[in-house]
């Protein structure tokens, strides 16, 4: 049996990437939007996923133990909501989340999260390449400034903009919250 | 057993993305790079994975049937050489590759190709996820010039450049072709 509904799937959203050590981050505005997706998905009472990094990397505010693991405020699970956790970039991989969506019949994901190069682009590419219907909402997503091959650097707007317009291309329907919340 | 050679991966090296409809290139290097690549692994004699995307997309010059489905010319398998073909961007979807590298006692592999925002990373971020690891050729890579989601445009240098940034900062080394000449 196939699910209609859209499941959400919040990449990431842990206090840990509030550590100073990420550099220069865009879209403060992330974690309110995905607040408002997530009340909008729990008054309808469609499945709702949340995504923990269990980073494996010694020191990173996002290892288990670590006071940055923990969900943000608002993006803990509730009762009846999956909580996936994972180790790598894909939340794929290393987790039971495509079986899970596929027994549950889910074909549709709605994704947002940190960091949009990273995990979020990492976990959008692999649902599409295993045939999700996969929709990102562009400004629930924020990322950090890196620095480049050559020795220069890449601001968090723009590499945020540069792997949008990937996964526009080629592995998402790309919209914003607003629209999102119109979503049936 | 463990091979410790690492297995040079050719990323979709088709015909088909000469056609005009991908818009404006990097790095006309790549393919020149890339024989440079091929030549040194066939002489030492080291594993070469040769992966072809065989689209499914209506009209795609990648669409096996048409002409732009062959290797560009150099890159098509020798004899012992494996040839990957996938329908998907990640060269681990739908394929035996994964297993194959298991087998072989594989955990190193080289990659390059086309696109590197989309076949190649995804391709690179699978790979490093699954534990593997991963040395990415940067110039011996290339992509297209994208439209971004608020309607302007990325060219090609600067899309390239932040993917590759991306991929440095978290699932690959990243080094040159004449270091990679170098690799034992």
């Known amino acids: 049996m196939s699910d209609p509904r859209p499941a959400l799937l919040a990449v ?71 909580l996936i956790t994972k180790r790598v970039n894909s939340a794929f991989i290393g987790t039971d989340l495509e079986q899970r969506l596929r027994r549950a019949g889910i074909t549709r994901l709605v994704v947002f999260g940190l960091t949009t190069d990273q995990c979020v682009s990492t976990t959008v590419r692999m649902a599409s390449n295993l045939g999700f219907a996969v929709t990102l909402i562009e400004d629930a997503c924020a990322c950090f400034a890196l620095r480049t091959f050559s020795g220069g650097h890449v601001d968090a707007a723009r590499l945020h903009t540069a792997h949008v317009a990937t996964l526009m291309a080629e592995f998402a329907e790309v919209i914003r919250t607003e629209q999102a919340l119109l979503l049936n």
Chains 1, 2 share one sequence.
């Open 12 to 82: 990431d959203m842990q206090t840990g990437f509030d550590a100073p050590r990420w550099g220069a981050r865009n879209n403060p505005a992330a974690e309110g939007n995905g607040l408002r997706l997530l009340e909008r998905w729990r008054k309808l009472g469609w499945p709702v996923i949340l995504v923990r990094h269990d980073s494996t990397e010694p020191g990173s505010p996002l290892a288990p133990g670590s006071p940055g693991n923990a969900f943000k405020p608002g993006f803990a699970p509730l009762a009846g909501e999956w």
